[in-house]
């Protein structure tokens, strides 16, 4: 063994400071992003559960049922005028419920920066209606 290498420790500090630098950071961002994407599902969730319902109900009837339900979730684009519309396309005694979901939510990650959560979703469920 050389005496040079007598003195090494094996020490990183830079590398480690470096990493828990990163860690920190993503772990900041998501804090801020994942309550977005969470709050999305349960959107979608909610969409999904009043299309299931949708037989005897008018789409403006559906459609404040969802502004209700999605006003407590804390996103407010997606309860705003024109984010969520029904539509009711009937053939008879069957038809289909159609609901398109789109908003854009702002997250401001620390005044850093600004992360854009765009929401482009479509929800096709089928309809049974006057069935005696």
């Known amino acids: 063994m050389n005496n040079w ?24 961002a998501a804090i801020k992003i994942i309550p977005v994407y969470y709050a999305d599902n349960q959107i979608y969730d909610i969409v999904e559960r009043k299309a299931e319902q949708a037989a005897g109900r008018t789409p403006e009837d559906m459609e404040k049922e969802i502004r209700l339900e999605i006003r407590g979730l804390g996103v407010p684009e997606a309860g705003a005028p024109g984010a969520i519309k029904v539509r009711k396309v009937m053939s008879g005694f069957e038809g289909s419920v159609i609901v398109t979901i789109r908003y854009t939510h702002k997250v401001d990650l ?23």
């Open 5 to 28: 290498m007598k003195h090494q420790r094996g020490e990183g500090k830079i590398g480690c400071t470096i990493s828990l630098l990163v860690v920190g950071i993503l772990t900041a």
């Open 110 to 132: 620390y005044g850093i920066t600004d992360w854009t959560f765009n929401v482009e979703k479509t929800l096709t469920h089928p309809v049974l209606e006057n069935i005696k």
